[in-house]
């Protein structure tokens, strides 16, 4: 079984421009998160999405950051302008939870990430 | 508010040797859910086990342990006879359960774990 896929693996870009990053959950997930990972915070939860719609945006970081769901295949999280404090490893995960109230208990699937860099 | 604290910033074994991983979480819910996970070099954090907060039992599955307890509010895992393949980054996760908002799963700073061959 395909797990979760993330595209593009590696991002590299200039200050000011637009990135995308692209994520296809595993089929039959419900719900889909997106993370970010740096040396100096660790792992940030920015948004996370229950049947396709948005439960809590509040770490993502500024409104430089979006993130849409529109099918319960596909995510993306799209920076604009992108300045350099944003290179990190954006990582999406998928879960079987159902609802929200079965957001806390049900393990999470990673996809293998996505290296930014914005110069 | 909840928290995880993973004071170990770094561990380095000689392979054989075993090795404990801390994890000290706070949360003011009655339930909640610990993880572990594993990051090893490629990237990508891979489930290890979860325990919720009324099932005290420590687990164990073949060289990997759990001890879970809640005097302490720690999820400490133990390696056993530790092998190179170890070598990754560990990160200990709390979520609660929190009926009356959604909740969500947050990660401790991690532990990188070098088991030298």
């Known amino acids: 079984d395909a797990g979760v896929i993330q595209s593009p693996r590696h991002e590299v870009t200039e200050m000011g421009q637009e990135v995308t990053l692209r994520c296809k959950p595993i089929?039959?997930?419900?719900?889909l998160f997106w993370y970010r990972q740096t040396m100096m915070r660790g792992l940030e939860l920015l948004i996370y999405f229950n049947n396709n719609v948005p439960i809590d945006d509040s770490g993502m970081p500024e409104d430089r950051f979006s993130a849409k769901m529109p099918n319960a295949s596909f995510s993306t999280l799209k920076i604009q302008p992108s300045e350099p404090r944003d290179s990190a490893v954006y990582f999406c995960?998928?879960?079987?939870?159902?609802?929200?109230?079965?957001?806390?208990?049900?393990?999470?699937?990673f996809g293998s990430g996505t290296q930014l860099s914005v110069l | 508010a909840q928290k995880v604290t993973q004071a170990q910033t770094e561990i380095s074994v000689v392979e054989k040797e075993d090795v404990t991983l801390d994890c000290v979480y706070e949360?003011?819910?009655?339930?909640?859910?610990l993880f572990w996970y594993k990051q090893p070099p490629s990237g990508e954090l891979v489930f290890l086990i979860r325990?919720?907060?009324?099932?005290?039992q420590n687990e164990i599955s073949g060289r990997y342990s759990w001890n879970f307890q809640k005097s302490t509010s720690s999820f400490n895992f133990t390696i056993t006879a530790s092998q190179v393949v170890d070598s990754a980054v560990y990160f200990c996760a709390l979520s609660e359960a929190g009926y009356s908002s959604a909740s969500k799963i947050i990660f401790g700073s991690g532990t990188r774990l070098s088991i030298r061959p």
């Open positions: 995960a998928s879960s079987l939870a159902r609802d929200r109230g079965r957001l806390a208990n049900e393990k999470l699937f």
């Open positions: 949360t003011r819910d009655t339930t909640y859910y």
């Open positions: 089929s039959g997930h419900n719900s």
């Open positions: 325990r919720n907060s009324f099932d005290e």
